[in-house]
Each structure stands twice: as structure tokens, then as C-alpha cells.
């Protein structure tokens, strides 16, 4: 599995929020592309951008930041964050971002999913933010009616090449990888699978590693590597 390091952007500072709420926020760097080469330099294949300002408002509030990242690092970076249009898709790949991740509108629209699949193939992710076991938008502040089965079954069909799925009740809270609610949850997926949320220890890694072969494309590190409860280049060297 991929061992992807997280950049969450909020006023274009490096932060990181308890359980997805706004107001809860601990800022760890103002400059984040200095944080990425930190990243690369320890081995990082990929980085994971989300711009928490534009989750929260439906518009991307950081890109000019995301642009100073992606300038920044060799490896590729995906992002996501307040992207609901095909015009901020394609402004995001023109500035050389690799993936670009999709999250309230690939469910509030469907023709916006479809189009930016076929005009982006294997470029396009979409994040399945779970909450008390239910799908979370609109920066985790609503959950929608409709069952994880459903969503995959139609994310798969519309051509998404990858799923990020976040467990809110762990994200932030360095309590560990719920390692049951990744499982079933990578067992329902046609789709390959990053998962992130909660973890925490090299032991939450090595529970993930024991599930990669269910279709666990990746693992997304944030608060752990930011408080160095994860070593980022000591997980890279045993799990990528």
C-alpha cells in the first residue's frame, strides 16, 4: 500500500482539525510547500492536499497555495476541497495536479461525475467521508440517505479510478485505524481503496497492511506525522 503524507490547508496554513469540525483546528506550519519537500525528501511517492477552507465554503479558497506545492515537489499530488465544477477540475490539472478528488458534488451531480471521468480518465477520486457509519458532505457538515453499496456501485460505473474513504469519528483524534469499518468497507468496494482516519501507531499500519489484498490501494497520514507518533519515512521503507 501507498503511504501518502496529508497537507490540509486552512488561511494557507499547514493544519490539522479534530473530527472534521471547523472550529477545532491546530495549526502545525505556514509555509506548506516547505512542509511537502519535507514529505518527498522522506521518501513520499505521493502528497494529499485538501483545501478545508473550500470544503467548507463549495469553492477552492487555497489554490494559489496547492500551485506553490505542486511547483515545489517532483512527486505527484492529488487534491481536494470545494471542487463542484469541470472549470476548477481543469484549472487544477493545468497547474499539474495528478488527482483530483471529488466529494459533495460527485453525489449531488452526476453528469458533473460522468463528464470530468471521461474528460480525465484515471484522474479522477472521489472521498467517502463516513460519520456514525454514514456518508458525510459538504465539509463533513450533512450525511446523505443513500447506502455505501449504492454510492460504489455508481462511482464505479460513472469511471472513478480511486476511493478515499474517512472515518470522521477517528480523523485527528489519534485514536487508532477502526480497522472493522475499513474492512467492510474495502470489501464493498469495486474500487481501489485509500484509507484514512485515526491512525495513529505503526501498529494501525501494520492492521492495514494485513487487508491490502481486499483492493487497500493506499494509507493517508496526517496528525501522526505531524506529532511524530508515525515516522513518515520509517512507514514509507516498510509498507510502500
Not at 502528497?47 to 496547492?66: M, R, T, Y
Not at 505527484?76 to 476541497?81: D, I, S, T, Y
Amino acid at each position: 500500500m501507498i503511504i501518502i503524507p496529508a497537507i490540509d490547508l486552512k488561511d494557507g496554513k499547514c493544519v490539522r482539525l479534530f473530527k472534521g469540525e471547523e472550529e477545532k483546528v491546530t495549526v502545525f506550519s505556514d509555509n506548506p510547500p516547505e512542509i511537502a519537500m519535507e514529505w518527498e525528501d522522506s521518501g513520499a511517492k505521493w502528497i494529499h492536499v485538501v483545501d478545508l477552507d473550500g470544503a467548507f465554503s463549495g469553492k477552492p479558497k487555497n489554490f494559489d497555495v496547492i500551485k506553490s506545492i505542486v511547483d515545489s515537489v517532483t512527486c505527484p499530488v492529488q487534491v481536494g476541497g470545494g471542487i463542484r465544477n469541470l472549470d476548477t477540475v481543469r484549472e487544477y490539472v493545468k497547474i499539474g495536479v495528478k488527482r483530483v478528488i471529488l466529494g459533495t458534488a460527485a453525489f449531488s451531480d452526476g453528469d458533473f461525475l460522468r463528464e470530468a471521468c471521461r474528460e480525465f480518465p484515471d484522474e479522477i477520486a472521489v472521498g467517502i467521508d463516513t460519520k456514525n457509519g454514514r456518508i458525510a458532505v459538504k465539509g463533513w457538515t450533512e450525511v446523505i440517505d443513500q447506502s455505501t453499496d449504492e454510492v460504489l456501485e455508481n462511482l464505479h460505473d460513472a469511471g472513478v479510478s480511486v476511493v478515499l474513504n474517512t472515518n470522521i469519528d477517528r480523523d485527528g483524534t489519534m485514536e487508532g485505524i477502526n480497522i472493522e469499518s475499513a474492512r467492510e468497507f474495502i470489501n464493498k468496494s469495486p474500487i481501489p481503496v485509500i484509507a484514512s482516519g485515526g491512525i495513529a501507531t505503526m501498529e494501525d499500519l501494520e492492521k492495514l497492511s494485513s487487508i491490502e489484498h481486499l483492493g487497500l490501494y493506499g494509507a493517508i497520514l496526517g496528525k501522526s506525522i505531524y506529532t511524530g507518533s508515525i515516522n513518515l519515512k520509517e512507514a514509507i521503507k516498510r509498507y510502500s
